[in-house]
């Protein structure tokens, strides 16, 4: 064989490879997307959600409303969180300065969505002007729309409640952050590896053996991670539906707790879109994998 054909054959291998390899690249974003997409499948009934805590407040009356402000001001004192500091902002007003609409740019700026009483916040945090670095709002501050929202305060309160008076839970509030990379962080992990082969008969090594068990049950794990995040939640629910049930007549308790039931179902379809979006972008890559193989 001469030295032409030789380089014929090289070049031909560093095509196929090189296309094998284009092949595996393109499943990688193959892979993102259908994660997003499969995530995506249970915005509408999340959305469902949202929308029904955020009617109820038109269903009370002024009177209603000011009850709940008060006993929510009353709680604020005979828990003691506010000789710890606690305190209820009353959020409104919000200018939207953006070219999105009030709708879409509620989705975007918290604290526009808590003027519009689209949601409510507790902060852990000093929240600081992001142009200025001026301070707009101290840490342990409930943010809520009193007169838009004020079903979701006792919630609030649960969260306050839950980084002040309780060091287990103080903790598991803690992990929000890290839990939520950790979640997402496996949609990645997915779509960037593959599944580890054996390669003339040998046996995989114990990290081969870890990283296709990781992948193999992205979802799950997934999943499970964001559980710290859902717990915390529910237990901030449990306290907020307490302390109604003892402070508000039975008729306005009850929607508390329905409100608190809506905000729940919203950290459950998102825990359980982070682990769709783990489990498919899996499938979507191995599958990519296997079809750049097989050619």
């Not at 992990?175 to 496996?186: D, F, H, Q, S, V």
């Not at 003892?246 to 905000?263: D, H, Q, S, Y």
Request: with cysteine; glycine share 6%.
């Amino acid at each position: 064989m001469n030295i032409s054909s030789i380089n014929n054959i090289q070049n031909n291998n560093s095509t196929d490879i090189s296309k094998s390899e284009k092949k595996k690249n393109k499943g990688t974003f193959k892979a993102i997307a259908a994660g997003s997409a499969a995530s995506a499948v249970l915005m509408p009934i999340n959305s469902l959600a949202l929308t029904g805590m955020q009617k109820i407040p038109k269903t009370l009356s002024k009177e209603q409303i000011q009850m709940i402000n008060d006993a929510a001001d009353k709680i604020i004192e005979t828990s003691g969180l506010a000789a710890k500091g606690v305190k209820i902002d009353n959020v409104s007003g919000v200018i939207n300065f953006s070219m999105f609409p009030d709708s879409v740019y509620a989705q975007i700026d918290p604290y526009f969505a808590i003027s519009e009483g689209k949601n409510a916040g507790f902060l852990t945090k000093n929240a600081k002007n992001k142009l200025t670095g001026e301070i707009v709002h101290n840490k342990n501050t409930i943010l809520v729309n009193k007169e838009k929202l004020p079903n979701a305060v006792f919630h609030e309160i649960g969260h306050a409640f839950n980084k002040n008076s309780s060091k287990i839970w103080k903790v598991v509030q803690k992990m929000r952050i890290p839990a939520i990379m950790i979640a997402a962080g496996l949609m990645l992990f997915s779509a960037f590896t593959k599944k580890a082969e054996n390669e003339d008969g040998q046996e995989l090594t114990k990290a081969q053996k870890t990283k296709n068990f990781v992948r193999k049950h992205s979802g799950i794990l997934a999943f499970t991670a964001m559980l710290p995040v859902v717990g915390e939640e529910i237990m901030a629910s449990v306290r907020g539906c307490k302390w109604a049930n003892a402070n508000l007549p039975k008729e306005l308790a009850k929607k508390i707790k329905t409100t608190n039931v809506f905000g729940g179902i919203t950290y459950i379809l998102a825990a359980a879109g982070i682990g769709l979006a783990a489990h498919f972008a899996t499938k979507v890559k191995d599958s990519a994998v296997d079809k750049a193989n097989e050619k």
